[in-house]
């Protein structure tokens, strides 16, 4: 499965109703950005002082085959026309991530692409997005050797869990790792980086991973893929006393 999410199944919402017809490439999520001053004070050297200034939340852009029974595109239209504040939601069904933030609809107008006819949409926000991801399922993390910190791990795997400590015995040179995510479409870990990954099977201990010297720690990255999953990823670190 590839690293990438594409966008093509992404939703748009405006107060719970999808509005239909969405370029492929459109995600409507406001570009804000938290603007800069300037703080000047008597006895200052003579240059320039930046502070941070108020979050503006900005705005975003959306265009689509114009479809006038649509419900969503007619809500679009209401909105725009009675300057209501509403509630818009971005769905990126690949990244299993829902982003969701207030404002007002301050355009929509008729268009034509390609001689077809589009229409053309700007949003303000009022205030900061939010955003939720949900993770591929991660039951359990194991080791055969060593004890698994936090110890629910090796039972039950929460949202909160990302880095996983392995503590050794000085004597010990190897172990290996289990992780368990049945419905998984790549399961594997990395010791350099993200360069190359070594494939895993749920529920089945991996192949000898080598330790480092007495005393040292030696971090491996587990990943974990679901289809329209946001993909989840965890710090394994072996620590040999």
Same mark, same amino acid.
């Given at each position: 499965? %590839?690293?990438?999410?594409?966008?093509?199944?992404?939703?748009?919402?405006?107060?719970?109703?999808?509005?239909?017809?969405?370029?492929?490439? /459109?995600?409507?999520?406001?570009?804000?950005?938290?603007?800069?001053?300037?703080?000047?004070?008597?006895?200052?050297? +003579?240059?320039? +002082?930046?502070?941070?200034?108020?979050?503006?939340?900005?705005?975003?852009?959306?265009?689509?085959?114009?479809?006038?029974?649509? %419900?969503?595109?007619?809500? *679009?239209?209401?909105?725009?026309?009675?300057? !209501? =504040?509403?509630?818009?939601?971005?769905? *990126?069904?690949? /990244?299993?991530?829902?982003?969701?933030?207030?404002?007002?609809?301050?355009?929509?107008?008729?268009?034509?692409?390609?001689?077809?006819?589009?229409?053309?949409?700007?949003?303000?926000?009022?205030?900061?997005?939010?955003?939720?991801?949900?993770?591929?399922?991660?039951?359990?993390? =194991?080791?055969?050797?060593? !004890?698994?910190? %936090?110890?629910? @791990?090796?039972? @039950?795997?929460?949202?909160?869990?990302?880095?996983?400590?392995?503590?050794?015995? &000085?004597?010990?040179?190897?172990?290996?790792?289990?992780? &368990?995510?049945?419905?998984?479409?790549?399961?594997?870990?990395?010791?350099?980086?993200?360069?190359?990954?070594?494939?895993?099977? /749920?529920?089945?201990?991996?192949?000898?991973?080598?330790?480092?010297?007495?005393?040292?720690?030696?971090?491996?990255?587990?990943?974990? =893929?679901? =289809?329209?999953?946001?993909? +989840?990823?965890?710090?394994?670190?072996?620590? +040999?006393?």
């Amino acid at each position: 499965m %590839p690293d990438h999410k594409d966008t093509i199944l992404t939703k748009f919402y405006i107060n719970g109703t999808e509005v239909k017809g969405i370029n492929l490439d /459109s995600v409507p999520i406001p570009d804000g950005e938290t603007k800069d001053k300037e703080v000047h004070y008597l006895g200052l050297d +003579r240059y320039t +002082r930046k502070a941070p200034d108020m979050y503006d939340p900005g705005s975003c852009e959306l265009k689509g085959i114009y479809m006038p029974g649509d %419900p969503g595109q007619t809500a *679009l239209n209401t909105a725009f026309l009675n300057v !209501t =504040e509403c509630t818009f939601q971005t769905v *990126l069904t690949e /990244s299993g991530t829902v982003y969701q933030y207030n404002g007002y609809v301050t355009k929509y107008s008729p268009g034509s692409d390609s001689n077809t006819a589009t229409f053309n949409g700007t949003i303000l926000a009022t205030g900061i997005f939010t955003s939720t991801s949900t993770y591929a399922g991660v039951t359990k993390i =194991e080791a055969t050797t060593g !004890t698994v910190i %936090p110890t629910h @791990a090796t039972t @039950a795997v929460v949202d909160a869990d990302k880095d996983i400590v392995v503590t050794e015995l &000085t004597d010990t040179t190897t172990d290996k790792i289990k992780i &368990t995510a049945a419905t998984a479409d790549y399961l594997g870990y990395t010791l350099n980086g993200g360069v190359t990954w070594t494939a895993l099977t /749920s529920g089945t201990a991996s192949g000898d991973l080598t330790l480092g010297d007495a005393g040292s720690v030696t971090k491996i990255v587990a990943k974990v =893929e679901e =289809e329209n999953y946001a993909t +989840r990823f965890f710090n394994v670190i072996f620590a +040999r006393a």
